[in-house]
Antibody
Framework: QLQLQESGPGLVKPSETLSLTCTVS??????????WAWIRQPPGKGPEWIGS???????FYNPSLRSRVTLFVDTSKNQFSLTVTSVTVADTALYYC???????????????WGPGTLVTVSS | DIQLTQSPSTLSASVGDRVTIACRAS??????LAWYQQKPGKAPKVLIY???TLETGVPSRFSGSGSGTEFTLTISSLQPDDFATYYC?????????FGQGTRLDVK
């Protein structure tokens, strides 16, 4: 059964860089034909898609975050990662990783999701 | 960017009620729309994709309809386990956006 688990610091200072890793188990990123996504959810708000990456490194980003976000994939560790630069308090959120289903050449829905990790931006 | 607006934001209902949640897109997304259920402290879980296709294992009391810009999620007979927050998500092209959510609580 496919499972995802986020990891990384829970507290980041303003203007610094947020870095998170998602470890995939139960399937291989390299052998999987789907994309892998990061999604965040500020407290009390709806989710926001951040970006998605394929096993060959191909990426799609949310235009509103593109200038500060980079995704990486490490197929040897079955992991993919997120960095967000120049963070502010507005980046405080629950960060999820998920499989981004990819069928017929288009990105679809997200399933399954990891349990999420809370990242707080504060000095 | 395609915006999704859900209504109502909060819905109070009782076990056994039939409830409907609406999701309106700012431009056509054809039928490229999914619905999720989220319970407190948990990640969202997909219920429906392609506007009306039920995900495997999801009870048949859930149904989705619509196309273009107007969509609905219906729960035919509300069960205690259904009190949660529901989100729609569009996936038209190579981006994704979510609605702001509808919280379904006990009347």
């Amino acid at each position: 059964q496919l499972q995802l688990q986020e990891s990384g610091p829970g507290l980041v200072k303003p203007s610094e860089t947020l870095s998170l890793t998602c470890t995939v188990s139960g399937d291989s990123i390299r052998g999987n034909s789907h994309y892998w996504a990061w999604i965040r959810q500020p407290p009390g708000k709806g989710p926001e898609w951040i970006g998605s990456i394929y096993n060959n490194g191909n990426t799609f980003y949310n235009p509103s975050l593109r200038s500060r976000v980079t995704l990486f994939v490490d197929t040897s560790k079955n992991q993919f990662s997120l960095t967000v630069t120049s963070v502010t308090v507005a980046d405080t959120a629950l960060y999820y990783c998920a499989r981004h289903t990819y069928r017929g050449g288009y990105l679809d829905w997200f399933d399954p999701w990891g349990p999420g990790t809370l990242v707080t931006v504060s000095s | 960017d395609i915006q999704l607006t859900q209504s109502p934001s909060t819905l109070s209902a009782s076990v056994g009620d039939r409830v409907t949640i609406a999701c309106r897109a700012s431009q056509s997304v054809d039928t490229w729309l999914a619905w999720y259920q989220q319970k407190p402290g948990k990640a969202p879980k997909v219920l429906i994709y392609k506007a009306s296709t039920l995900e495997t294992g999801v009870p048949s009391r859930f149904s989705g309809s619509g196309s273009g810009t107007e969509f609905t999620l219906t729960i035919s007979s509300l069960q205690p386990d259904d009190f949660a927050t529901y989100y729609c998500q569009q996936y038209n092209g190579f981006s994704a956006t979510f609605g702001q959510g509808t919280r379904l609580d006990v009347k």
